[in-house]
């Protein structure tokens, strides 16, 4: 399991460093200070739980962008997360760091495949997907527009998959969040891993609302073309 996550970590760096594909930053729109609180990866058993938790408990929207394969595993929860109101996202079968690479066919046949898992839980349709790393190239683009999915991208990215200690996240989160409009992404998930030790996630994630909240911004949400308002 350990050598897994480490050829994951490995691979995720070397497709970041690579010319022919882009993360999928968002510029942070001007406007009123607005954040749109994504998660991706779930979901995962407590981590996933004691994040709806601290949503519950300030009131505000969230989309969750659930990998199918760990829907598959953990139905009850991805139906929780309907149940409690959040937005529901795609973000994959199982996480395949290079589906960029892949040809169209199997890239839509990977997000309709999600699709399908979510529909059949929540009874609710996805229409948003960020794929894995939020990595985008002309297939992915070119498969999003053709099973009409809508892109969202990222302009908060701390890589906290790679964090497993609340007072950095919160640190570097609040170093990050710029004026304007913007969207965060945290891992309530480590790809299709159980990994109960992104405990540590819903702890930052209410020191960041609470402060948010304090500095006076305003929590957006995902809305079906993409864009946080």
């Known amino acids: 399991m350990k050598s897994k996550k480490i050829i994951l970590i490995l691979s995720m760096i070397f497709l970041s460093s690579c010319s022919f594909i882009k ?10 200070n607005t954040i749109c ?3 991706d990866d779930g979901p995962n058993g407590i981590a996933t739980k004691n994040v709806l938790n601290v949503l519950d408990k300030y ?41 960029f690479t892949k040809s169209n ?25 960020r794929p894995p790393n939020a990595l985008v190239n002309e297939n992915i683009e070119k498969a999003c527009n053709e099973t009409n999915m809508k892109i969202v991208g990222v302009n908060i990215f701390i890589n906290d998959s790679m964090l497993f200690n609340e007072d950095v996240t919160y640190s570097y989160v609040m170093k990050e969040l710029k004026s304007g409009i913007n969207i965060l992404v945290l891992h309530d998930g480590f790809g299709t891993f159980e990994n109960q030790q992104r405990v540590f996630i ?19 949400k995902i809305e079906k073309n993409g864009i946080c308002s």
């Open 202 to 220: 819903s702890d930052a994630l209410d020191r960041i609302i609470n402060k948010l909240k304090k500095i006076g911004y305003k929590f957006g």
């Open 37 to 39: 609180l994504t998660f």
């Open 23 to 32: 993360i999928l930053w968002e510029d942070g729109r001007k406007g009123e």
């Open 105 to 129: 066919d199997l890239i839509k046949e990977n997000i309709l495949k999600t699709n399908k898992i979510v529909k059949s839980i929540t009874g609710k349709n996805p229409n948003l997907f």
């Open 59 to 99: 009131q505000v929207p969230a989309t969750f962008f659930i990998i199918g394969k760990n829907a598959e595993r953990e139905p009850e929860l991805l139906k929780e997360i309907s149940k409690r109101g959040y937005s529901i996202g795609n973000h994959s079968y199982d996480h395949d760091n290079f589906l």
